[in-house]
């Protein structure tokens, strides 16, 4: 097996190579840190050893309820949202079929979505289209109090209900929460529904190695352990004992955090794999959380290219220098399509003829690549050798390890997220909830 690896080369220029080695003693400091568990955040290191330390009887135990929901359901709904949805929505977009909706021949239910907003006609269209079909629900929240995740939950558990009786439904829910706290841990005891544990140290936006993310993945007929084996095999490629030069998230949070200092306050997470669109709004969440907080933080932004050329990439080309990128780039894609020849050639691209596509995305992401730097945006380009569920997981792990690095090298905890409560507390408080009566005599002040 190959590894996902990183170049830094042409993200020199602006901050130079040494100045990125010179981060050596920083990074390892953080490492040991996070390591010697001695840091800001420090209850919430479980993510670290997550993936050598997942046992095979847990494996057994989430691929075993997985084909229970399998064989019951045409369609099973991941309840969740945040760290509750990103890691699944990425890794089964990934590796689904784009076009999986349209399979006749399925050999695996549809995974479909809900709890990741609050739209009415959403949720709507989502009731509607699961009626008369059979249908699970994987319910995820590690606090058991969010109010999306909770809200969908409340419905769709009655039309399953509805649907197929209390009893069968009951077979057909599995609640992802809490070891102890939470509403949605004693609706589980109370209803007797199977259940997993997030463990209390490992935070929402770094559990897609827990349940929360395997058990969905599973049903949706991707390995699971492969999953796992990419992580840790990241898990020893960026451990303590190795050096800087060869720590793939050491450089990388050590090249972001000098940019980021020289006054580059946004990366863009760029792919050049329409599939990995949701690898990038997972990675948002990871580093958004985990470093915009004391008024710090480089802001994480996302494209999907070419598509976003055609859009951003004027922006990103020649907007305000304060931008750098990170590159995904996917060595060898899993078909072959090859450009075919056409006799009268009124579109003038004959001289593509006999070439695969990728070698056109290929010039077309090198291209890019010159563009942007030439325009003032230095690259770090991130190589995966394909998608698969082994390097998926590799990365995940990757950025995972390079997070908590960088947020230490930005003197922040990245392990809590406490603005997050602001639109709640106004949201409950325009709601009425009752225990927010004063909040929300002082809000409706303000209207
Ligand atoms: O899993 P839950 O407790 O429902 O949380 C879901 C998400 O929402 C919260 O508000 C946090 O900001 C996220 O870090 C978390 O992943």
């Not at 558990?157 to 009893?167: H, R, S, T």
């Not at 209390?200 to 936006?205: A, K, P, W």
């Not at 951003?312 to 990128?325: A, C, L, S, T, V």
């Not at 927010?436 to 002082?442: F, I, N, V």
Request: hydrophobic content about 40%.
């Amino acid at each position: 097996m190959k590894n996902i690896s990183i170049n830094i080369d042409k993200a020199l220029g602006v901050v130079t190579k040494e100045q990125v080695y010179a981060q050596e003693a920083k990074a390892n400091e953080c490492i040991a840190t996070l390591h010697n568990g001695n840091g800001a955040g420090n209850d919430f290191l479980g993510w670290l050893h997550l993936p050598s330390s997942i046992t095979d009887a847990e494996l057994t135990d989430i691929e075993n309820t997985a084909n229970v929901l399998r064989s019951k359901c045409e369609v099973v709904v991941a309840i969740g949202i945040g760290g509750s949805y990103l890691g699944t929505k990425a890794v089964v977009e990934a590796l689904n079929n784009s076009f999986d909706w349209l399979q006749s021949d399925r050999k695996n239910p549809v995974v479909l979505y809900a709890g990741q907003n609050i739209g009415e006609d959403y949720l709507y269209e989502l009731c509607e289209i699961l009626k008369g079909k059979q249908f699970g629900l994987i319910n995820i929240s590690k606090s058991g109090t969010t109010t999306e995740p909770a809200l969908a939950f409340r419905m769709l558990k009655k039309q399953l209900e509805d649907a197929v009786g209390k009893e069968e439904a009951k077979h057909r829910i599995v609640a992802i929460t809490d070891a102890k706290r939470g509403a949605l841990r004693t609706l589980a005891d109370q209803e007797g529904y199977k259940t997993f544990i997030i463990p209390d140290n490992v935070g929402g936006r770094f559990s897609v190695l827990t349940p929360v993310g395997l058990l969905p993945i599973a049903v949706a007929g991707i390995s699971i352990r492969d999953l796992v084996a990419g992580a840790v095999s990241m898990e020893k490629a960026t451990g303590i004992e190795i050096p800087f030069n060869e720590n793939l998230s050491a450089i990388y949070a050590a090249t972001r955090n000098e940019l980021y200092k020289s006054g580059k306050k946004i990366e863009i997470l760029a792919n050049f794999h329409p599939k990995l669109h949701y690898i990038g709004e997972w990675w948002k969440q990871l580093y958004g959380e985990s470093e915009g907080k004391d008024g710090k933080g480089i802001f994480p932004a996302s494209v999907d290219l070419t598509t976003d050329l055609h859009s951003m990439g004027q922006w990103i080309q020649e907007g305000e220098r304060i931008i750098f990128e990170t590159v995904i780039s996917v060595e060898t894609p899993s078909h072959k399509v090859e450009v075919p020849t056409d006799e009268a050639n009124l579109d003038g691209l004959n001289f593509l003829a006999g070439k695969r596509v990728d070698e056109v995305n290929k010039m077309a992401e090198l291209g890019t690549q010159l563009a942007h730097v030439d325009g003032g945006v230095p690259n770090i380009k991130i190589t995966m050798p394909e998608v698969n569920a082994y390097y998926i997981g590799q990365l995940f792990y990757f950025f995972e390890k390079a997070c908590g690095i960088s947020g230490y090298m930005l003197g922040v905890n990245p392990f809590d997220q406490p603005g997050v409560e602001a639109y709640k507390k106004n949201m409950f408080a325009l709601l009425n909830k009752p225990g927010y009566e004063k909040e929300s005599e002082a809000i409706r002040a303000r209207l």
